[in-house]
């Protein structure tokens, strides 16, 4: 029977052994922990399958051990500090709990299992509780209580009674209920309250229950609970409307925008019998008879969540432009290179075909050139890998996240680690731990987890030679990351626009209706503390797109990229590795 360890932080691995294990001279969390990991792996063999009481015993001692040396001073201090420690405290009382069930002391067992619930609630422990070493407690009252304060973290954060399925009409207590979870998530969970400093978010909770207590339908509702998450000012931040009204707020128009110099301007048509009528270059003037950047100012940007201004016209003349309901087609006002205005009538029926993938190419003078659209998946890391042959061939290496909207940081990881084979350092990452002990005292605090970490696990094909990577405001969340772990690495040059300055880890929860909400609760700095998060990471280059190159099919970008890198010595500080800040 194989024993079940659980593990509040990240498990640690022990050796088997039976030589004397000694106490630590040195009063560190690490030494610390190997202590009480040495004695807990000495002591499992003893009570494993078919172990006789007498070894048993000795188990239970040696756990004992261990714990008693972890409830010392020094160690209890560090445990404040090292979740790594409470964890084998977690590990050593659900250890002895087995033990003392082989020697029949379920008294003994059980409250080894009580200390083990003051240490962490955790439906995986739950589970492990479930182990059939545990039988003869199932019955047990104090053991039902435990599994079920086990099981405290989900009924209290899954709302099932908030999270109600879809109908048209939402009760008043649904409503309210609705606006008070998303309220208080934030209010408990956000991580960037400091970049809006003149919101009241107790005021927004008043002003916003008066107007969601009046919508009459959960359309209605929806319309103004879309426009709260807003104010917050971060794109990892969104309140997004029933599945059932996807096609009266989401349905967009198969034609794709960009602001470039002030002006909205066609990237892209999807239908064929429409791109017959609107052309690439064409400039959107107004929409609906209204002036364009009025109608996004008033109509659209209200909807956007976007953590800085460039951002937030990005997503409001490029990604938001036209969605709407899809029974209402929109008239679109144009101007083409010529000036001759006219208007066209689309119908918002879906995005339609999406230009075909960048992908891998080989540039003049031996310049790699890769396009990373996307980390949802792992289709960007294969892209890459597939080309690595050519690539470790090249004189230079363009990558081109301009596109890449993020997704998981990881597979940009593993794009990085060809390109090094030292240690890729990752952004510091932080969360909230509000002392409601101080609050209780009057002195309201929020304190802060730190974390960090390095990729230490090097690729055996890795690329030495120069490398550019291309961004734009449309680089945002785990390419922005991608961005700053090429710039920690101080690996080459970045290329272009400054991005969309935005990334974190989302929180989901669910809303009335069938409505979905996220809050974002990580925030990730550099280790001197700065961040890019509000701001955007700047190019070394910096490249504007203007119309005119636009329209006359150039990307000025990939050009200067490519020059840098094949003439590096002529460049100066447009090749070389930044300097951090």
């Known amino acids: 029977m194989q024993r079940t360890v659980i593990a509040i932080a990240l498990a640690v691995a022990t050796s088997l052994g039976h030589a004397a ?145 879809w109908k048209a009409v ?132 209200p909807m956007v969540s976007a953590n800085t201004q460039r951002d937030r016209d990005a997503r409001t003349f490029n990604d938001q432009l036209f969605a709407g309901d899809a029974t209402r087609p929109v008239v679109i006002g144009l101007r083409a290179p010529d000036g001759a205005e006219r208007t066209e009538t689309v119908a918002r029926s879906g995005p339609g075909s999406a230009p075909p993938a960048a992908g891998f190419t080989l540039l003049d003078g031996g310049i790699a050139y890769i396009a990373l659209d996307q980390f949802g998946d792992d289709s960007a890391v294969k892209a890459f890998e597939a080309a690595l042959p050519q690539i470790l061939a090249a004189r230079g290496l363009v990558i081109d996240v301009r596109r890449n909207g993020g997704g998981d940081g990881s597979y940009g990881l593993q794009v990085l680690a060809h390109l090094t084979r030292a240690p890729i350092r990752f952004m510091d990452s932080m969360t909230r731990i509000d002392n409601v002990f101080a609050r209780a005292q009057g002195s309201p605090i929020i304190d802060w987890s730190h974390s960090g970490y390095e990729h230490k696990h090097a690729q055996k094909q890795v690329f030495d030679g120069p490398v550019a990577v291309l961004t734009s405001v449309r680089t945002l969340s785990a390419a922005e990351d991608f961005t700053a772990m090429f710039r920690i690495m101080k690996r080459g040059v970045v290329v272009g626009e400054t991005n969309g300055g935005s990334t974190g880890q989302p929180l989901g929860f669910h809303l009335p209706g069938g409505g979905w909400a996220r809050i974002c609760v990580k925030r990730d700095v550099y280790a001197d503390g700065s961040t890019f998060v509000g701001q955007g990471i700047a190019p070394d280059v910096e490249v504007l797109q203007t119309v005119a190159d636009l329209r006359a099919g150039r990307d000025l970008a990939l050009e200067r990229a490519a020059a840098a890198l094949r003439h590096p010595e002529g460049r100066g500080g447009e090749v070389a590795s930044p300097p951090l800040r």
């Open 21 to 165: 294990v000694f106490p630590p001279t040195d009063a560190n969390a690490s030494s610390s922990l190997q202590y009480a990991q040495a004695l807990r792996a000495k002591a499992e063999p003893l009570s494993g399958p078919g172990a006789q009481p007498a070894d048993v015993q000795r188990a239970v001692a040696l756990y004992q051990q261990a714990l008693d040396y972890l409830a010392t001073p020094a160690a209890r201090e560090q445990a404040f500090g090292d979740k790594s420690l409470i964890a084998e405290q977690v590990n050593l009382e659900y250890s002895q709990a087995l033990a003392h069930v082989k020697l029949g002391n379920k008294q003994a067992a059980l409250a080894a299992l009580e200390r083990l619930a003051n240490l962490a609630w955790k439906p995986s422990i739950e589970r492990a509780l479930a182990h059939e070493g545990l039988a003869a407690l199932r019955d047990e009252p104090r053991f039902r209580a435990l599994r079920a304060a086990m099981m405290l973290p989900e009924r209290l954060y899954n709302a099932s009674a908030i999270a109600t399925p």
């Open 170 to 301: 939402l009760t008043t207590e649904e409503k309210v209920a609705g606006l008070s979870l998303f309220w208080a998530e934030a209010r408990r969970n956000f991580v960037y309250f400091d970049h809006v400093p003149q919101l009241q978010w107790d005021q927004v909770y008043m002003d916003y229950l008066a107007q969601v207590i009046a919508a009459p339908t959960t359309e209605d509702y929806y319309r103004v609970m879309m426009r709260l998450a807003p104010l917050l000012h971060d794109a990892h931040i969104s309140i997004i409307a029933p599945q059932q009204l996807a096609q009266v707020f989401y349905a967009t128009a198969p034609v794709s925008t960009a602001l470039i110099e002030d002006k909205v301007i066609v990237l892209h048509v999807g239908e064929a019998d429409q791109a017959a009528r609107i052309r690439r270059g064409d400039e959107v003037v107004s929409i609906d008879g209204v002036p364009v950047r009025q109608y996004g100012r008033k109509r659209v940007a």
